[in-house]
Nanobody, 124 residues
Framework: QVQLVESGGGLVQAGGSLTLSCGAS????????LGWFRQAPGKGREFVAA????????YYTDSAKGRFTISRDNAKNTVYLQMNSLKPEDTAVYYC?????????????????WGQGTQVTVSS
């Protein structure tokens, strides 16, 4: 079993930056594909970014390209989401997810483990 815990959310003004972290316990994430998703009020959970097991492949939703960067530190069992140039429409609860296996996974139903989420609020 893998337990994921996100941190780093908060309130930021438009144009600002935040870095989200997601630490894991229970198992090493070395062989896991990892992803970030978000859910705004009244909306479904949507894909934001994904990274493969060794960090050599990443993928982003169009709205995140050029502004967000996903990275991982397998030695620390942690995945990060650096978010720059934040917009009010980025306001959501952000979740990290893990899947045991290769690939860069964008479909949420393919993930095995989820964190509890961290709130990001961007004020205009």
């Amino acid at each position: 079993q893998v337990q994921l815990v996100e941190s780093g959310g908060g309130l930021v003004q438009a144009g600002g930056s935040l870095t989200l972290s997601c630490g894991a316990s229970g198992r090493t994430l070395n062989n896991y594909a990892l992803g970030w998703f978000r859910q705004a009020p009244g909306k479904g959970r949507e894909f934001v970014a994904a990274i493969n097991w060794d960090g050599t492949s990443t993928y982003y939703t169009d709205s995140a390209k050029g502004r967000f960067t996903i990275s991982r530190d397998n030695a620390k069992n942690t995945v990060y989401l650096q978010m720059n140039s934040l917009k009010p429409e980025d306001t959501a609860v952000y979740y990290c997810a893990a899947r045991d296996g290769p690939g860069t996974i964008i479909l949420k139903h393919l993930y095995d483990y989820w964190g509890q989420g961290t709130q990001v609020t961007v004020s205009s």
